[in-house]
């Protein structure tokens, strides 16, 4: 007999369940308190979970209490003064001894709060949920496949941590009734037949002996059959299947001539933040291309394209012809979806700015997913803000925005991807 002791520890999402319906269900407050904790905290930080708060009152539910009518008789304990009928005096005014530790309050309300700790995933989509990416069509599925672990129904061999209870339950129960099955009936026509013998007064002892001996072995017959058997066990059945993956390429330029200061490369870094942890939640894979540029540009790591300190003039389309140049060498397939982030202060060459409008318009918009733009200057728009202008009024998967300030930072890219009505995911 096998004796089956589960020591499968509980998971932290055990009520994942009523956790999902709870985010669902009070999804326009918890947006409204993640947007206040947002304020509170740094972009770089945002993909990190958060502890928020919704007031009391939104997430009371109905209850079924007594109604005010009919006829009631309270029976207050402790009452040994009062009887039936009597008429309680008034209380005297000015008598209350209570003593509040609370402050004042101008409105003369009041309200509890109630706090939860919602996960990075849970955060980032809330975070995320009224944006989408435009021209969200995926070129292709990368023909590297990978291995996903799926389901595959149950087995009888495996490990006590993948049993499945109900499963090995549910078999067990049914041999139990396969094999007691023809004891129980032969049980049932011996005990009728000594029944039979009983009511009838003949004597036949040998006959009853016989046939209490005989129920008596049966009853043990059934008793023999286990609760449980190896035999029943069974196993959750995972397999590695071949899945492809999407995945996705993402370019950052930036401008890191003499005009863009510290402060600039921060606020452009904090946007690039932003599209990466924004896609994701799309892709399953992505790559990153960084790409400076003053006079000339060059590909460099994270930490050069945000931290070296080298500077010159400004000539745009050096970025734009190298990036033309590694889509061309690495990602010239239709597996990949490419998406570039370019962000300046606006200074250019005058005669290059149009140089770079056609070279988005020949080589890279038609390559790429979206193309987004952003100028980080409080200034007045220079050649090349114009020349992009053209470009975008051309293509609807360009867009450009400018930034005057880190507090323009996340509006600006709502901006940017906001959802289009009417348009599919």
């Not at 029976?75 to 005014?93: A, C, I, S, Y």
């Not at 992505?286 to 931290?307: K, M, P, Q, W």
């Not at 700015?353 to 790429?368: D, G, K, W």
């Not at 987004?372 to 114009?386: M, S």
């Amino acid at each position: 007999m096998a004796n089956i002791i589960d020591r499968r520890l509980n998971g932290k999402n055990k009520s994942a369940v009523n956790r999902e319906r709870f985010l669902r269900r009070f999804k326009g407050q918890i947006k409204d308190a993640v947007a206040k904790a947002i304020k509170g905290r740094s972009i770089t930080d945002i993909e990190s979970g958060e502890t928020i708060s919704i007031p009391v009152k939104d997430i009371s539910e109905p209850a079924f209490r007594h109604g005010k009518g009919g006829v009631w008789e309270p029976v207050h304990p402790g009452n040994q003064e009062f009887v039936k009928g009597d008429r309680l005096p008034r209380p005297q005014g000015g008598g209350g001894g209570g003593s509040g530790s609370g402050k004042a309050s101008q409105d003369g309300e009041g309200e509890d709060a109630f706090a939860f700790e919602l996960s990075r995933e849970e955060f980032m989509n809330v975070f995320f949920d009224d944006l989408a990416l435009p021209n969200l069509v995926k070129t292709e599925l990368t023909g590297i496949t990978e291995m996903k672990t799926v389901r595959a129904g149950f087995t009888n061999d495996g490990t006590p941590a993948n049993i499945n209870i109900v499963r090995s339950l549910r078999g067990a129960l049914s041999r139990r009734i396969a094999m007691a099955a023809p004891t129980l009936t032969e049980l049932d026509e011996s005990e009728e037949a000594l029944d039979e013998l009983m009511e009838s007064g003949m004597e036949a002892d040998l006959d009853m002996r016989e046939r209490r001996r005989r129920i008596h072995i049966l009853r043990e017959k059934l008793a023999a059959i286990p609760f449980i058997d190896p035999f029943d066990l069974r196993y959750n059945n995972r397999v590695k299947q071949p899945t492809p993956s999407s995945q996705a390429v993402m370019f950052c330029l930036m401008d890191v001539s003499g005009s863009m200061d510290e402060q600039k490369k921060d606020m452009a870094k904090r946007f690039f933040i932003l599209l990466y942890l924004f896609l994701q939640r799309t892709y399953d894979k992505i790559e990153l291309v960084f790409i400076r540029h003053h006079t000339s540009a060059v590909e460099v790591n994270e930490h050069d394209f945000f931290h070296s300190r080298e500077s010159g003039g400004t000539v745009v389309s050096s970025a734009l012809n190298l990036m033309k140049e590694v889509v061309q060498k690495r990602y010239a397939g239709r597996e990949w979806n490419i998406y570039a982030a370019q962000a300046s202060d606006g200074d250019n060459w005058d005669s290059d700015s149009a140089n770079c409008a056609r070279i988005l318009e020949t080589a890279l918009i038609p390559v790429c997913q979206y193309y987004a733009y952003i100028e980080i200057t409080e200034g007045e728009p220079q050649n090349l803000w114009y020349e992009y202008l053209k470009v975008k009024d051309a293509h609807k998967h360009f867009a450009m925005q400018k930034i005057r300030s880190a507090a323009d930072i996340y509006p600006v890219f709502r901006e940017l991807f906001k959802k289009q009505q009417g348009v599919s995911k």
